[in-house]
């Protein structure tokens, strides 16, 4: 946010000092109310183009990393939105402080012997930016993605059955915020019940909301401070990063499998009531649904198993794990792909090195030969 402006400084410095001499009314007015000449004149033409390719930036990440087929409209918008208020922060920011310290040098030195930014906005405008960019984040931080998340994984099949399952999944965070909330509000009730009004109310909605903050954010700049450094100094040995890697593949395998057999159950488990359910029965329609959802493997499948007994609720189990071990195959299948081309890539730079050549054979390459300079 902006700094305190120099006219708001000078008009309470006036006020401060009635008490020791006489100073006529319509001074003070005038000075107050004189044009402030250190408003800035908005730059629309910079801002507007870093805005746009500040969206085009987006876009194309979003392009680049979402399956456009899978995934649904408004996953698309909200992450998109997501991700513009949170770069957004990256260009707002310096021209927030470019635009206050511009204000500041021209109210101790003048308009002359300031130079102006690059960008300088006005400070209401300024002001306005920050509480859109602010409140938007907050709303979608703690209401429409995690509604949003579970509503994805959810199983049912209607709109409003899906919503109601995502609101009462995220009503169990919820309600432990507002127990935490409630018992800070009693010991504040108990020790200072004199002070207990409206603000103190806000004050610890605050506190609480800052303290999560704080929390997280020690937490990953803990992570991340002691984790970075101990990834490059074990970087700097070939050889014990190369059975790092090695290690990683055997577990992410194991992973992998083992998400390809519960798909695989899940699937069958489909395949059981499709054989079974005519096409005059009211629970059909899920479960054409839930196979319209299904993978390729689905086609392979030629007996289905698991037990005969089928419900609406149980249908509704299998279009979740249907749904959700599906996602954890695609999510254990690119780590584990990642990690081998870590690990291959790594083996033949060591192999490289070990013997006389200065070429590197490459595994995952579609030239197997490239030649340029080896590391140290």
Known sequence: P?????????ASLIFEKRSSFHIDERAITKMVTLPIPSQPTMNFALYIVSVVILA????????????W??????????????WFMAFSLVLLLPIDVASSDHLDCVQSKGDKDCEKPWIQLDRDLMMILWKVLYWTTYVLCWTAYPVLQSYTMAGEFGVGEKMLRAVKENLIFYTICLVVVGILLIAITITRPHDMNGTAIYGVAIAASNAWGLLVLIGLL???????????WRHANRTLTLRHYQWQAVHQKEAFEKAKRELMIALKRVKKYADKVPKHDPLRGYIEEIVEKCPMQYRDIIVGEGEAEMSYSKLVSLHRKV?????EVLRSKSIYERTLHRAFRLDDIVKARQGSETTIHWTFKKKTIRHFRLPN
């Open 323 to 327: 749904v959700f071990y599906e996602w």
């Open 56 to 67: 085009l930036f987006v876009t194309y990440q979003l392009w680049k990393y979402a399956s």
């Open 69 to 82: 087929k899978r995934t649904r409209w408004y996953a698309i918008i909200l992450v998109w939105i997501g």
């Open 222 to 232: 803990g992570h991340g401070l002691v984790e970075i450094p101990k990834r490059l």
């Open 2 to 10: 902006s700094r305190k402006s120099g006219p708001t400084r000078s």
